[in-house]
T-cell receptor, first 113, second 108 residues
Framework: NAGVTQTPKFRVLKTGQSMTLLCAQD?????MYWYRQDPGMGLRLIHY???????AKGEVPDGYNVSRLKKQNFLLGLESAAPSQTSVYFC????????????FGPGTRLTVL | RKEVEQDPGPFNVPEGATVAFNCTYS??????FFWYRQDCRKEPKLLMS???SGNEDGRFTAQLNRASQYISLLIRDSKLSDSATYLC?????????FGKGTRLHILP
């Protein structure tokens, strides 16, 4: 099992460009999450999904959109990238919400110039 | 008071020593607690869950004090490989809060 994978691993964007980050999990987990991690800020939840076809806002959703068309995939979109979105993005999944372990992907390092 | 607070460190500890750090939480309705470990430029990974009765896994012991609203992590006989950032995680039921982490450096 690959666990949770993320594509791409690194990306540099110019302000105003768009991109999509892909997260895939092969553990048949219902819950999936997108976090961003910035120095001194810890992990902050952007959006999450409790099942195929559902999405919900987290703590810092502005400037991001998500989709969960298939249970194993969770996409994070940036429509018009801004320098403030420079960060490390982690995807995670869990069998259930909150009471069990979250499994994280290796992260995507995004720089917006 | 912040929802989850940790001493950012770094804790510089000689190899073989015992080290402990705490994490305080503000919401008394918090339901479950975890310690995650994050190596430099890597993803967080679950170290251990924290149960009301406390739990131990080898050199690691986690405890919960609901009255004072904190959880603790004790590492005995520390190894160089224990150097990492340790994240406290609190589940409030409707959301999960990650602490900012405590950095631990084990010195040879």
């Amino acid at each position: 099992n690959a666990g949770v994978t993320q594509t791409p691993k690194f990306r540099v964007l110019k302000t105003g460009q768009s991109m999509t980050l892909l997260c895939a999990q092969d553990m048949n987990h219902e819950y999936m999450y997108w976090y961003r991690q910035d120095p001194g800020m810890g992990l902050r939840l952007i959006h999450y999904s409790v099942g195929e076809g559902t999405t919900a806002k987290g703590e810092v959703p502005d400037g991001y959109n998500v989709s969960r068309l298939k249970k194993q995939n969770f996409l994070l979109g940036l429509e018009s990238a801004a320098p403030s979105q420079t960060s490390v993005y982690f995807c995670a999944s869990s069998l259930d919400g909150g009471l069990v372990e979250q499994f994280f992907g290796p992260g995507t390092r995004l720089t917006v110039l | 008071r912040k929802e989850v607070e940790q001493d950012p460190g770094p804790f510089n500890v000689p190899e073989g020593a015992t080290v402990a750090f705490n994490c305080t939480y503000s919401n008394s309705a918090s339901q479950s607690f975890f310690w995650y470990r994050q190596d430099c430029r890597k993803e967080p990974k679950l170290l251990m869950s924290v149960y009301s009765s406390g739990n131990e896994d080898g050199r690691f012991t986690a405890q919960l004090n609901r009255a004072s609203q904190y959880i603790s992590l004790l590492i005995r006989d520390s190894k160089l490989s224990d150097s990492a950032t340790y994240l406290c995680v609190v589940n409030l039921g409707d959301k999960i809060i990650f602490g900012k982490g405590t950095r631990l450096h084990i010195l040879p």
